[in-house]
């Protein structure tokens, strides 16, 4: 079943519904409601991973990942400030004290990734921040994230979000060096950098589990699509500096670990099976398409973008089976819809690096 039970005051949807295969504390298809768990449960994914909700925007839409060995712990990800006493209650319901945090890990430093980096910093006394390079000086001084985000979200709609971005002390920061090994209380983890999402991507490979931590990397799957075992992927092209050229460079280079699962911040663990790349590696594709057919418009052109991207959207949601479903589906992606359309809308204002040599 694609759907469980929405809720019942979901404005201007359908009444019906097809499914009620899962938790209906998880269901809503209302974007932006506040209505998120703020328990902090983690989910257990296996091989001493898990995940935990941040509650961003609604549920299920950014996950903190733990990565646990013997008594440490790395955190992939931080979500924004408010996901903090959700990662301590996820710690303390494992008998972790805060203390047995070594490690941020972060995939790359847009808010809904790093935005709570700093808060969480100061909880967790022996915790270094590992970012990307590029990324590195914008987690100590944080004022250029907090113009840029406030240009993509609105001023108003950013101090919603992500509150106040706390510095990190530079001296607690690692800037990566592509392929760099962490230790972990003897599990090996692998830093690689992956552009293409954004310049200051990085991916992480746990070599024991053979885990992939893929950030933006491998697309948007929210689980409320999940059906019969398959997961349904959406790319993010999020402003401002996607690269599709190096986006499959990147996507590629992490399959060439053959990794047996990957965890994506939206949301969490999905096989990479060959429907799941092929999907992705189409919308990827079909984003560039879109973009490229809508180069000459006018002032109006990101408009006309985000309605190719929701038409590539509806396509890809009724060859993967979700029937009359569709327009809930596109619900859950409406925000994606709009960031999508301004970071291609960016791209091609901006020379369209990275497009193919046919276009
Ligand atoms: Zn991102």
């Known amino acids: 079943m694609l759907f469980g039970k929405r809720r019942r005051d979901t404005a201007g949807m359908p009444s019906d519904n097809a499914g009620t295969d899962f938790d209906e504390e998880y269901v809503n298809l209302v974007p932006n409601d506040r209505g998120a768990r703020a328990d902090g449960a983690p989910m257990d994914c296996g091989a001493g991973i898990y995940a935990v909700d941040s509650g961003y925007v609604r549920p299920r839409l950014a996950a903190i990942h733990l990565i646990t060995a013997n008594g440490r712990v790395a955190l992939v990800d931080s979500a924004h400030n408010a996901a903090l006493p959700r990662v301590e209650a996820a710690l303390a319901a494992l008998g972790f004290a805060r203390e047995a945090v070594e490690y941020l890990f972060l995939t790359h430093v847009h808010l809904d990734h790093a935005g709570g980096a700093g808060a969480m910093m100061q909880v967790f006394p022996n915790a270094h921040l590992v970012v990307h390079p590029r990324g590195a000086r914008h987690m100590a001084d944080p004022g250029q994230l907090n113009t840029a985000t406030a240009a993509v979200y609105g001023a108003e709609r950013a101090a919603e979000l992500y509150g106040t971005l706390v510095p990190v002390p530079e001296e607690r920061i690692i800037a990566t060096a592509d392929g760099q090994v962490f230790g972990l209380g003897g599990r090996e983890i692998q830093v690689l950098h992956t552009p293409g999402h954004a310049k200051h991507h990085q991916c992480f490979f746990d070599r024991d589990g053979r885990g992939a931590f893929t950030g933006d990397l491998f697309g948007m799957s929210y689980r409320e699509l999940d ?57 990827l594709d079909g984003h560039v398409a879109v973009a490229l057919a809508e180069r000459h418009r006018g002032a109006d052109r990101q408009q006309h973008i985000r309605q190719g991207l929701a038409s590539l959207l509806r396509r890809e949601l009724a060859a993967f089976g979700a029937g009359e479903l569709i327009e809930q589906a596109v619900a859950l992606f409406v925000d994606d819809l709009e960031l999508n359309a301004q970071g291609l809308d ?14």
Do not use: C
Request: charged share 20%; aromatic share 12%.
């Open 346 to 359: 960016y791209w091609l204002a901006h020379g369209a690096d990275g497009a193919p040599e046919s276009a």
């Open 227 to 283: 059906r019969d075992g398959h997961n349904f992927v959406f790319p993010t092209t999020t402003p401002s500096q996607f690269n599709p050229g190096d986006f499959k460079r990147s996507i590629e280079r992490v399959m060439a670990l053959s990794p047996a699962a990957l965890y994506l911040t939206h949301f969490s663990r999905v096989l990479p099976s060959e429907a799941y790349l092929a999907q992705l590696r189409r919308m």
